[in-house]
């Protein structure tokens, strides 16, 4: 191995952190996972980067790309060995550059994504990726992860909003890939490989990030139902009245809305009488590029032919920008409110919407059966096909005793996820948490590809050990 | 080498193609690519594919996938050497699957653009992708090359149009990656691996695709322009106007719409006085999810703001959906007519729509110091970046003088191409035409992990050899 003081000459005794210095580095934010590191290197520069990465190859040192450290998956925490050098992209922040007139912008890995946003809407435009750490997470991280969040349903994810990367590979070459173009068929399409590989292939340094006018009004609506049938019909009807107008399609369940209300006791169910006790609600939002007025004559429009086809039971469509975010915080408030249903088994699962009633009757059945009394705490993306799937004690269980069960739950969920044809990360990613259910539900063909594509591009395996693969 | 009975009996007589037979698939449409193959195999399921594939693995024979073999870079026609087995994917043309609550659809690769494109409408559902060749050529093909076309603006390259694939590596496995999921982060994207690697990493054999409502209305403005800078300034105002229901925005050069009315007399500029003559026009279509009135509505607004800001000299909108169609075909009508201007030489470009003006102006600039007296002939997709820039006789030059001095205006117009960022191939891929060009403008860097991830995947390279790498 090589002498730190390499290092410590390359980036300045102040970005070498070793010893205690390392600590916030070396365990995930939900503290599940705690590691050890070698050191913490902060490179301020692509270069300064590239110079440490071919120490690191040089002396065979393993690397833990980090960015904003908010993962859910132990992706950016190091193993217990103290081997590995955590390399933290957070002083490369740059906002390089924004072209209005391309609508595009290249930022650098550690901008926070807020600060991407914000700089976006200072130029005019929109960049749309938005998730509920987005005041900390990196868009390196967001990247790294194909991160998904609240606006998929239009923009796509997080892969979907980049047009050209700058990455530094496992031996220190820096591939400068910051094209702004929107068409580019000149070969293998690298960008969308480092995308989502969660650090196991190389560093994304920077990234050429799509912009999008920003909407003249957004407008938000909130449905009681009956099924998830209807919700799946009620999505159908709003993506054909709103085409890509429809920016958000959320589905929640009756628990999850009562207990915000219970947690929170100045948010409110917007419904009364029968309605207030559906079983499922779906919060729907519309950017529109006329007027607010305009959106909500468009919403009269499609949520009164639901109402004719008996799809909805109410609907309550916000009459100014207050109610609309009074709505969306109810749907917000939902992961904070969880609590009031004690610690939960969490699954982040997407299945086709055609089959996402069935699946969720089914699995709820089979949950009971073999954990009788357990709470199904179901809310999320149904536009996406994603749900947060969680698993609560209920009145049947103690914390303690549900936690002890967590992996024959896990066992069961994503068994049927997979049965249904359904992924068990739609958007948070494999890290150290899901590595190990890969080579149950992936097609051994599929694994085999990704081993000899990390084997041709990190042969020494430096990168990310134990992650993914 | 193996004996071709053994592929004879798998396939039967009538789909293992020798001698004479093997005519129409050993060279490419425009007739610029004349090889020769060892024989033409038409398996008729993926299982055949995969059987095929292992005896030319276990031979070490070249193989080389095609579809509608309607490509424009040779990539789908094999050399002069004749030990290549062409594998057609023709009669892998089943439409497997149709989920309409999902918005997706399985089809095989040897689909017919326009039957996946018929197979959706049937279902009340949109296929956007669209292109000049879509009677003849195949989705796999379209996947193979990322086809663009004339949606991009609105739907993506053919990459985004697609959820998951089917794919019969180099060595016959067959990897089931047929997912209909908007989210799955569970590992590497193969999917944008494969997709744009005409052929080079293995066979495309299905694909899960996304359909979207279809348009209530659409609706088709022309303005005359300027300058190419208000048509970008245009563009930002018909994005911002109409966000995602701005389907299609092309740009189209004086002298290219004078060519279609006189090679078609029934055609016409729709512009009287003083505009007729402007140097550029562009054609604006709308999809609305309302009425075509309200299109012709938003039409007014923002063709109305445009006007007073100056940017517009002139404008017509569409009053029924045959002008919409006429306006269209005016567009459509000018690779046709290019041969009032003599053979020119051609080229697929992007660059950012911010510097689409200066590139314009300043290699026709170069283009009339080296080569005086020859013929801009510029049409293309702006609201994508992406030009057809091509060169013809003009008044100097006889066809056969142009030809002649093809590879020094291609090295001309590809080293500006180059300088202002953009790409040597948009939309129609790299093949053998523009093959050895890579080395001169992607990034070494880039090459290198191209050339690793050939290895890894195809390491005896076998797949589709000569192209692309």
Redesign the interface.
């Known amino acids: 191995m090589g002498s730190l003081d390499e290092l410590t000459r390359l980036l300045g005794a102040q970005h070498l952190l070793t010893g205690a210095a390392t600590e916030p580095y070396v365990v995930d934010w939900r503290g599940r996972y705690q590691g050890e590191a070698l050191a913490v290197a902060r490179p301020g520069s692509t270069q300064e980067l590239a110079e440490v990465v071919k120490w690191c190859a040089t002396h065979k040192v393993p690397m833990i790309p980090q960015g904003g450290n908010t993962g859910l998956c132990g992706g950016a925490t190091p193993d217990a060995s103290g081997r590995a050098l955590v390399i933290s992209l957070a002083r490369l922040n740059a906002i390089r550059h924004i072209?209005?007139?391309?609508?595009?912008m290249v930022v650098e890995a550690g901008c926070v994504l807020q600060a991407v946003q914000d700089a976006a809407r200072s130029a005019g435009r929109l960049f749309p990726l938005s998730l509920a750490a987005e005041g900390s997470c990196t868009i390196g991280g967001n990247l790294a992860?194909?991160a998904?969040g609240t606006q998929?349903l239009?923009y796509?994810?997080a892969?979907?909003l980049v047009l050209g990367l700058e990455v530094v590979?496992p031996q220190g070459?820096?591939?400068?890939?910051l094209?702004?173009?929107?068409?580019?068929?000149?070969?293998?399409?690298?960008r969308?490989?480092y995308?989502?590989?969660e650090g196991t292939?190389g560093f994304i340094t920077a990234a050429s990030l799509k912009l999008?006018?920003q909407?003249v009004a957004q407008c938000t609506a909130m449905v009681a139902l009956n099924s998830i049938e209807d919700a799946?019909a009620v999505l159908?009807a709003a993506?054909?009245?709103?085409?890509?107008?429809l920016t958000g399609f959320e589905l929640i369940a009756a628990n999850c809305l009562q207990g915000v209300v219970r947690v929170y006791p100045d948010q409110r169910i917007p419904f009364a009488g029968a309605s207030a006790w559906a079983p499922w609600f779906a919060l729907l939002e519309l950017?529109d590029?006329?007027s607010e007025e305009h959106a909500r004559e468009?919403f009269k429009t499609v949520i009164g032919q639901c109402l004719e086809a008996g799809l909805i039971l109410d609907a309550v469509i916000a009459e100014n920008v207050a109610q609309s975010r009074a709505l969306w915080h109810l749907r917000e408030s939902i992961p904070l409110a969880e609590k009031a249903f004690g610690k939960s088994v969490k699954h982040d699962i997407?299945?086709?919407?055609?089959?996402m009633a069935e699946f969720v009757e089914t699995t709820n059945a089979a949950l009971q059966q073999q954990f009788p009394g357990v709470e199904h705490v179901i809310f999320g993306?149904l536009g996406?096909?994603?749900l947060h799937y969680n698993v609560a004690p209920g009145t049947a269980f103690t914390e303690e005793a549900l936690l002890a069960r967590q992996a024959d739950i896990h066992g069961l969920v994503h068994d049927r996820v997979h049965a249904y044809?359904?992924?068990?990360?739609?958007?948070?990613?494999?890290g150290q948490l899901?590595r190990d259910y890969?080579p149950r539900?992936?097609?051994p063909?599929?694994?085999?590809?990704?081993r000899?594509?990390?084997?041709?591009?990190d042969p020494d395996g430096l990168m990310n050990p134990g992650k993914?693969l």
């Open positions: 072209d209005t007139d391309n609508d595009t992860t194909n998904g998929v239009r796509g994810n892969r979907e590979t070459d820096i591939w400068n890939g094209r702004g173009l929107r068409k580019d068929n000149t070969g293998y399409d690298l969308n490989l995308i989502g590989s292939l999008f006018p909407p799946v159908a993506r054909k009245g709103f085409a890509a107008a950017s590029s006329e468009r997407s299945v086709p919407a055609s089959r993306h996406d096909g994603n044809q359904g992924s068990i990360s739609a958007e948070h990613g494999v899901k890969l539900y992936k097609d063909v599929e694994l085999a590809l990704m000899r594509i990390k084997a041709a591009l993914v």
